[in-house]
């Protein structure tokens, strides 16, 4: 299974509508936080047939309404601050910070951890937990990236927009 994996929007709905045009073998996306607007949430959800799991950042406003698209569009779980997943036979978590991230990833209990909120790209083995931040689609720093998560391997590609 490819899951699609990506953090840190920040409204920028046209860097998102060249990542979502480029998922096309991803089966299930995961979101690390931060897209900040619902109508960003509503993109995503419109754009990507598959399931979509989003945590949440600490830009992300109007959760009322975000709970609503959510809802609406049918193939979207918001599971909060922290996701807990089971996909590919693979044990995922997924939060938006760093630090709550590395110490998942040092409990040995998850194969893919996953955070956003640096805007950094991250790559690191802990044990045998694979410790990811995909970067940002925003752009801020001058990169627009996302990785892209094969089950069956266990490895993740870093892929740039």
Known sequence: MLIAILSDIHDNIWKLEEVLNELGEAEELIFCGDFCAPFTLAQIADGFPGPVHVVFGNNDGDKLFLFRVATQAGNVTLH????ELELGGRKIAVTHYPAIAAGLAAGDRYDL??????????????????????????????????????????KATLQEI
Not at 80 to 83: Q, S, T, V
Not at 128 to 141: H, K, Q, S, Y
Not at 142 to 151: A, I
Request: proline share 2%; glycine share 16%; net charge negative.
């Open 113 to 154: 951890v996953c955070f956003g909120h640096t805007h950094r790209v991250a790559e690191e083995r802990v044990g045998d937990t694979l410790l990811i931040n995909p970067g940002e689609v925003m752009g801020r720093f001058g990169r627009s990236t996302y990785v892209l998560y094969d089950t069956d391997r266990g």
């Open 80 to 83: 909060g601050e922290f996701a």
